[in-house]
């Protein structure tokens, strides 16, 4: 019973600790295996599931809270509708071109900022379609959980 709890622990820190909006995947395959000692391929599932947790609401949310904030309050609809237009008028090409790519590719690079959670107000923000989002951050998320869990183990330990 006592082993149970142990690695139950350790799964449910590891999914929570992907799932939060700094660390996400880069975060939870170095510190499931070096902290909780977890397996390689467990470290990344579970911190892959955790940094997925959080997709679905977030590409909801956006729609929702811009346009509640907007309803209420005409300074925030103003700042948004600039925003918004300035953003899209700079960067719509790229996303035009590219789109669900030009997400994966955001995504799948382990940089800071370059996470699921960043990633959800880019789909937001270009319009690109709920599902396509949804596959491209999901693609993007295991790249990047693969290029953390090389790194982490040593790229020769790898192959």
Do not use: C, D
Request: glycine share 10%.
């Amino acid at each position: 019973m006592f082993f149970y709890k142990i690695v139950i622990n350790e799964i449910v820190s590891t999914i929570l600790i992907g799932a939060a909006p700094i660390l996400e995947i880069r975060g939870a395959i170095p510190l499931g295996m070096g902290l909780y000692g977890l397996s390689p391929w467990a470290a990344y599932i579970f911190g892959l599931v955790g940094n997925m947790l959080p997709v679905i609401p977030l590409l909801l949310f956006w729609r929702y809270a811009v346009g509640y904030v907007g309803r209420h309050s005409y300074v925030m609809n103003r700042f948004f509708a600039w925003l918004f237009a300035r953003t899209r008028l700079r960067h719509t090409k790229q996303f035009e071109l590219w789109g669900a790519l030009a997400l994966f590719a955001f995504v799948a690079v382990p940089f800071p900022v370059t996470g699921a959670w960043t990633a959800t107000v880019a789909a937001f923000l270009f319009g690109i379609p709920f599902w396509k989002s949804f596959y491209a951050i999901l693609l993007g998320v295991a790249v990047s959980g693969i290029i953390v869990l090389m790194l982490t183990l040593g790229i020769s330990a790898f192959i």
